[in-house]
């Protein structure tokens, strides 16, 4: 039984798919991999969050804020980053990504919790918050002793980043967190990509030999016709064959003598 072939049409749709999608591929790559570098959550050299047109993505690690209200560990959420004037704005009941060593190991942290009470202190304010999934708040504010460790902490204005727009991304925290690893990274993002690259540099020898096998057919049929057109030529310009003129000179053989007529008879 004879195999039905695709039709060219086909092939070429099938071809502008898989290009089309080898591409989306590698778009998505490339805005994958500004998002991770966006939400690395490391401090710059001002010790603010890396941002990106005064908009911080952050990855939320606990459950601290789960509720209503809130969001869930894995989470990314979308915060805008504030002036000083802008923070000395904040009220009670917005949430609030800040820096805190909360290890106390001389390590600073990203943190992000609601505002449930606000102290202003000489030309700053102390902001305390909590988590909404929390019983208690982060810390107890003393006019005398602020920060102190068994009073948990407060926030200054100082150590705000910027105030949570509402907007989030329930999940996608975790898979960005993979990605943050260099296995992750490797095997989601760097592999598909050399894959993709090896699959374009085999599709270019290949088309660079279908050429240069087409080329060789063109040659050798040019050839073959060059070879063709002298053979027909020589034959023209070689003269036709003279043929001898007849012997005159040969003897016509001789008649039969006629036969003699009957005499009359009498």
């Known amino acids: ?10 092939k070429k749709i099938l071809s502008i798919v898989g290009n089309t999608v080898l591409w989306l591929f590698v778009a998505f790559a490339i805005i994958i991999t500004v998002i991770v570098f966006a939400t690395n959550n490391t401090k710059s050299e001002d010790n603010s969050l890396s941002t990106i047109g005064g908009l911080a993505l952050v990855t939320i690690k606990s459950d601290s804020m789960k509720g209503k209200d809130g969001f869930k560990k894995g989470s990314l959420i979308f915060v805008n980053t504030l002036t000083d004037v802008e923070k000395k704005e904040l009220k009670v009941g917005d949430v609030i990504t800040f820096r805190v060593d909360l290890n106390k190991d001389g390590v600073e942290e990203y943190n992000t ?5 606000i102290h202003p202190d000489g030309d700053d304010l102390y902001f305390v918050t909590k988590g909404d ?14 920060n102190h460790a068994e009073d948990g902490y407060v926030v200054s204005t100082k150590m705000i980043e ?3 727009n509402g ?10 967190s993979f990605l943050k690893t260099r296995v992750g990274f490797f095997v989601v993002i760097i ?11 085999i599709r270019f020898i290949m088309v660079v030999l279908s050429l240069k096998g087409k080329k060789t057919e063109d040659e050798i049929r040019q050839r073959v016709m060059e070879e063709i057109l002298r053979a027909q030529q020589e034959t023209a310009a070689t003269p036709a064959p003279v043929e001898a003129p007849a012997d005159t000179s040969a003897k016509t053989p001789a008649a039969e003598p006629e036969a003699p007529a009957e005499e009359p008879k009498e």
């Open 191 to 201: 592999l598909p990509l050399i894959a993709f690259f090896i699959y374009e540099l």
């Open 113 to 117: 919790h609601r505002i449930v009470d």
């Open 133 to 146: 999934n929390n019983k208690n708040p982060d810390g107890v504010y003393r006019a005398s002793a602020k």
């Open 1 to 10: 039984m004879e195999t039905t072939k695709k039709s060219p049409s086909v």
């Open 162 to 164: 910027g105030k949570w």
């Open 167 to 176: 907007k989030k991304i329930g999940g996608i925290g975790n898979f960005l």
